[in-house]
């Protein structure tokens, strides 16, 4: 399976679209963005902060599953982006275990509040809470071994620009881990084409590629490779 997933991912390159692209109207987008290329796709609206309950979730093993494929180990700094109402945060904190961290991420202040809330009573010691920007995860330097993105990425407004501030916030050895759905973003999901297209336009490689219908979709699993290109000479990949 994941030898498939690489001889996958290097013939996705005709997805990638030339620099001269159509940008559109930059003038809803953040002044923060405004370097790198938009995406020629659609964003999905975020209409909730729960992909399924955690009880339906746990009777399946989802996130134990996701956490062994993964390779999350106690001690380990793992960052939850998109954390929502902390189904992983939880989960997570407790695989690093005292001596491990978890950092839980969202762009909605008010889904921050409310994770606080369930972090304090639930007496996790060793998450804390950020919160981030369409456009930029804000993830302290080398920090961490694992970034996960779990059924978010379909919601990421401005990918490219998304990506390229995340890289350097990985460690040596560091992988981003991200699960979604492989159907049309319309539909929340992500066409897996699609995301190694992007992934690869930033400067990461896709390392292994896992089936899991469990857990809606897919796990992919990226290393940065090579030099962070300029936002500039950022490649915009075709919505397939």
């Known amino acids: ?16 679209g030339g620099c001269d692209a159509p ?7 953040a ?18 902060t729960k992909w399924s309950t955690e009880e339906a ?3 399946v093993n989802e996130a134990e ?16 982006i998109g954390a929502g109402d902390g189904y992983y945060t939880v989960r997570l904190a407790q695989r690093v275990g005292a001596n491990g961290r978890v950092l839980a991420q969202d762009i909605m202040p008010e889904v921050i509040e409310r994770l606080a ?3 304090a009573r639930e007496r996790l010691d060793n998450v804390s809470l950020k919160l981030g920007a369409v456009d930029d995860p804000r993830l302290p330097a080398a920090s961490f071994d694992r970034v996960f993105m779990v059924h978010m990425y379909h919601e990421i407004g401005e990918p490219y620009a998304f990506l390229w501030r995340l890289r350097p916030a990985l460690r040596k050895g560091g992988q981003v881990i991200v699960v979604d759905g492989d159907r049309p973003i319309a539909q929340h999901g992500t066409p897996f084409r699609l995301l190694v297209c992007e992934f690869q336009a930033v400067g990461y490689k ?15 699993r990226f290393v940065p490779a090579g030099k962070r290109p300029e936002p500039e000479a950022i490649k915009v990949c075709d919505n397939p």
């Open 31 to 48: 002044t923060s963005a405004r370097d790198f290329p938009p995406a020629d796709r659609p964003v999905a609206p975020t209409v909730s």
């Open 206 to 220: 896709l390392v292994s590629y896992d089936d899991k219908q469990h857990a809606g979709g897919y796990l992919a």
């Open 65 to 80: 599953d996701v956490m062994d494929s993964a390779d999350v180990r106690p001690g380990m700094t793992v960052a939850d």
């Open 1 to 16: 399976m994941k030898r498939a997933a690489l001889v996958l991912a290097l013939a996705l390159m005709p997805l990638l």
């Open 57 to 59: 979730r746990d009777r």
């Open 23 to 29: 940008w559109g109207d930059d003038s809803d987008r």
């Open 117 to 119: 809330d369930r972090v």
